[in-house]
């Protein structure tokens, strides 16, 4: 048993080793990292505007309203079909061209069938709509 325990021994931490590991991961990380140095609103998270405190006397002056950030988040509402020209995921090609392919005519016999009311269907709306209104008032 002694003679298995000493052959599990670890070896040593190899300290160059460990800093060259360190150094590839940190060169990696750098060779996708893009600085930004312009920092503005998200126009796509929804904004909360709050107002003053009821009783704080600090007034704030109107700012001026910038046409680029206002550009952008009224584009960011948009539809996606207004926003782009053609669909971005599979979900969005499923109506996307949502005119008619042909113009609707309700004077066409052949496209149009419009309800046709009999005798009995009459009187069965008739009774349907009797018995709806007895199970409510009751």
Request: no cysteine.
């Amino acid at each position: 048993m002694a003679a298995a325990g000493k052959a599990k021994e670890k070896e040593p931490v190899d300290l160059v080793h460990q800093n060259a590991i360190h150094v590839e991961t940190i060169l990696k990380e750098q060779r996708s990292q893009k600085l930004y140095t312009e920092f503005s609103i998200n126009p796509f998270k929804k904004l909360h505007v709050l107002t003053n405190k009821p009783m704080s006397r600090t007034t704030y002056e109107e700012a001026e309203e910038d046409p680029a950030f206002l550009k952008i988040i009224h584009g960011a509402h948009l539809e996606p079909t207004k926003k782009y020209t053609h669909a971005m995921t599979e979900s969005q090609e499923i109506g996307w061209i949502s005119t008619p392919l042909i113009v609707s005519d309700r004077a066409d016999r052949r496209l149009n069938f419009p309800r046709q009311n009999s005798e009995i269907t009459k009187y069965m709306d008739a009774a349907w709509r009797l018995k709806e209104q007895t199970q409510n008032l009751g």
